[in-house]
């Protein structure tokens, strides 16, 4: 009887005791989204023909198309996400359906990959103004340079409101969301309410974001190529084909033709949008900043500019002050800064000594930063040797302000690959 006693008394106590269950299988890594591919939006509403003057042109709206847009991935991964932006809109942005696929032309994409959307598991999205909206997560398979195509039905009456100029948007009348290879789809200068496309990563990539303004959207680049030419897309290029390097580095573009730092005008002022455009990309841990040149550019002669307030240009003084702040924003964000030089642009018909005084100065001060994680000297990669003042002829897309081509490669190749690693 004590021996059962013992037993059950074991037995109870046992029964007490924290049991070990058997070991259980780890999970993969936690997948992060990063940032593939981005475009800084802008207002349509605000774009002015000259700096400072506002223009109200008739508000064009969309009757219930669906838009299909081609993005190119900078980073590869097995599930995407889309953001959909209503950003600048003044009334809620209804988007009927969404779908993604890769892109096999300029309307045309393949139905096997071709997949819908999801909004939180519905269909559909309502995005209040000023707000945006990731899609849910879309298992695709994505590989850097590889073009995708975002396509989404809008709802009549809705107005243009939020823009960029990376590209152009195909569009087919009602629904086609579902339709791999569109015929005479009328074509939109402007790229619409699609502004980033992330991927799922398990590794942490670097996500480095280009910013500033048409010499970084890359305005005349890509003309007859077979692949975009613009010095961020260059870039890409130079980090997939680095040994070791594919796969590690997402390239973004925030550049926004006519942009300015500290004014608004075509584009909020990159003091206002560079938290967004570059601080809140998924993943972010570069900034290249190359911006100012249109804050020296836009201004009238000096004895008129009294006339002519909003023509008045900033000082050296208060453009790198403006940088100043970027650098300091991005520092606190654990953002990396690799702050460039201002272009030459000698030659162009908007050219004064004066302006090329407060380039000159804006310049020396960047190269003297000991507060950045590196200096890209843009300047000198594209000068002319024998008139440092303006572009070299074979680097000069022909206005003597803006890069071609080659000019473009010769900005990337400026970059020191090594600084996109730390």
Not at 168 to 191: D, E, F, V
Request: no cysteine; glycine share 10%; hydrophobic share 45%.
């Amino acid at each position: 009887m004590k021996l059962v006693s013992r037993f059950f008394a074991l037995g109870l106590l046992l029964t007490l005791l924290p049991v070990a269950l058997p070991a259980q299988p780890r999970t993969a890594r936690e997948v992060r989204w990063v940032a593939s591919w981005a475009a800084a939006p802008q207002d349509y509403l605000k774009a002015p023909v000259l700096p400072g003057i506002q223009t109200s042109p008739p508000l064009p709206v969309f009757d219930g198309q669906t838009l299909r847009l081609r993005v190119l991935p900078t980073l590869g991964g097995e599930r995407v996400r889309v953001r959909f932006s209503n950003l600048f809109g003044k009334e809620p942005l209804r988007i009927v359906g969404a779908s993604v696929a890769r892109s096999t032309g300029p309307d045309a994409v393949s139905p096997a990959t071709l997949q819908g959307l999801r909004f939180g598991g519905l269909a559909s999205a309502t995005i209040a103004p000023g707000e945006e909206r990731w899609s849910d997560d879309a298992r695709l398979g994505v590989e850097p340079g590889q073009a995708l195509a975002v396509s989404f039905q809008v709802e009549a009456r809705t107005p243009f409101a939020t823009v960029h100029h990376l590209g152009s948007t195909s569009m087919m009348p009602g629904p086609a969301l579902m339709q791999p290879q569109w015929r005479n789809a009328t074509l939109s200068s402007l790229n619409h309410v699609v502004t980033g496309l992330d991927v799922a990563s398990p590794a942490a990539p670097r996500v480095v974001v280009a910013f500033g303004d048409s010499i970084t959207q890359g305005l005349g680049a890509g003309e007859g190529q077979a692949l975009p030419a613009r010095y961020p897309d260059r870039l890409a290029t130079r980090v997939r084909e680095r040994p070791g390097s594919a796969g590690s580095v997402a390239v973004i573009n925030a550049g926004i033709a006519g942009n300015r730092l500290l004014t608004d005008g075509v584009g909020p002022s990159g003091i206002e949008r560079f938290r967004r455009d570059v601080l809140a990309q998924s993943g972010v841990t570069h900034a290249v900043v190359l911006i100012g040149i249109n804050d020296i550019n836009f201004s009238l002669p000096i004895a008129i500019q009294g006339f002519a307030p909003l023509f008045q240009p900033p000082s050296a003084e208060q453009i790198t002050a403006g940088l100043q702040q970027l650098i300091e924003e991005a520092h606190a964000k654990g953002v990396k800064v690799l702050l460039g030089t201002i272009t030459p642009f000698k030659g162009a018909a908007s050219w004064s000594e004066e302006k090329e005084t407060r380039r000159q100065a804006v310049n020396r001060w960047i190269r003297g930063r000991q507060d950045v994680d590196a200096v890209v000297d843009f300047d000198r990669a594209l000068r002319n040797p024998a008139d440092p003042e303006a572009l070299h002829a074979l680097y000069d897309g022909g206005d003597h302000l803006h890069p071609g081509n080659a000019g473009y490669a010769a900005m990337a190749d400026a970059i020191d690959l090594r600084e996109l690693q730390e």
